[in-house]
């Protein structure tokens, strides 16, 4: 299993971003995934979640209404659009692979960085 992301980067607030993470491995419509963040000196945060086939989505109550979840089967590939950004939203992000029924995640990305900074 292994998840190449990107589209991370410095952004004014306000501003928007497009993370990108490209699957690989394993039967990727098969699996819940998640976009989990940790800001500095602070623990991980489920921002956002997506079923196998895309149709339910479920998001952090802090990211509700401006970050957008989404995925592409046929790439092998999810989705954040992240729009209307603010400074609390500084972190490391990471695409990963749901366990369901161990309530966790199996696999990580390596994480791309987000500043949200004037």
């Known amino acids: 299993v292994q998840f190449v992301e990107s589209g991370g980067g410095l952004v004014q607030p306000g501003g928007s971003l497009r993370l990108f993470c490209a699957a690989s491995g394993f039967t990727f419509s098969s699996y819940i995934m998640s976009w989990v963040r940790q800001a500095p000196g602070k623990g991980l945060e489920r921002v956002s979640s997506?079923?196998?086939?895309?149709?339910?989505?479920t998001y952090a109550d802090s990211v509700k209404g401006r970050l957008t979840i989404s995925r592409d089967n046929a790439k092998n590939t999810l989705y954040l659009q992240m729009n209307s950004l603010r400074p609390e939203d500084t972190a490391v992000y990471y695409c990963a692979k749901y366990l369901a029924g161990w309530g966790t995640w199996d696999y990580w990305g390596q994480g791309t960085q987000v500043t949200v900074s004037l």
């Open positions: 997506i079923n196998g086939g895309g149709g339910t989505t």
